[in-house]
């Protein structure tokens, strides 16, 4: 799909707000894209459509999960996950997209996943540094994400976690499986 259709569609969901944040993970991933060798048009369009469905209706977005077989458990970790995996599925129905590694950077863009690959790696730390982020410690993932991708997204994750356990907020376990992936990832790595 071209660049300015994809923007045409997301823009309508969109606030004017959450649309200039698309534009600054779309800059990002394509960045982060070019740096590793990684494949920029698909790199854009998960950017692009990464949130798709931030702004739908959350009993919707509860109906969507429970009719799709996904995991049910999204369900009791607040609504702020749902617009990710409802995300990936509105963008494959809605906007005719079937590339399995699009959606699943779209799918796995907030809470991340063990195995992660290339792709998904590039849109879950463009979400987090693109310019307009101004949270404490976003500066030390910026500098690290252009040499140490494992370490930037680590670092994200520690980051989001305890921000989330100074509000007293659940963490989703799949969060937490992919904090320990990259930790162990990294010792394994610097062990040989
Ligand atoms: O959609 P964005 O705001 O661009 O960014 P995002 O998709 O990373 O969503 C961030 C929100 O998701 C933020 O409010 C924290 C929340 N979040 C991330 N991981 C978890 C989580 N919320 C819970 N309850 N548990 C998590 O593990
Ligand atoms: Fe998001
Ligand atoms: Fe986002």
Redesign the pocket.
């Known amino acids: 799909m071209e660049r300015e259709k994809a923007l045409e569609l997301v823009k309508r969901q969109l606030t004017d707000h959450r649309y200039e944040?698309t534009l600054g993970v779309v800059d990002t991933a394509v960045k982060l894209a070019e740096h590793y060798n990684a494949d920029k048009k698909k790199a854009e369009i998960a950017a692009i459509f990464h949130?798709y469905a931030?702004f739908r209706p959350k009993e919707e977005m509860r109906q969507i999960v429970r009719d799709n077989q996904m995991p049910l458990d999204l369900l009791e970790?607040?609504t702020?996950?749902l617009?990710?995996p409802v995300g990936a599925y509105l963008v494959e129905r809605e906007v005719g997209i079937y590339d399995q590694e699009i959606l699943n950077a779209i799918r796995y863009?907030?809470?991340g996943r063990p195995g992660m690959n290339l792709l998904e790696k590039i849109i879950f730390i463009a979400?987090y540094i693109e310019p307009g982020r101004r949270f404490p410690g976003v500066e030390e993932v910026r500098q690290l994400a252009f040499e140490n991708l494992d370490k930037a997204c680590t670092q994200a994750l520690k980051n989001?976690m305890q921000f989330?356990m100074r509000q007293n907020?659940?963490?989703?376990p799949l969060?937490v499986d992919t904090y320990n992936d990259f930790i162990s990832t990294i010792k394994k790595r610097e062990e040989t």
């Open positions: 944040h949130d931030k970790f607040g702020e996950l617009h990710a863009h907030t809470t979400d989001t989330l907020q659940l963490i989703y969060t």
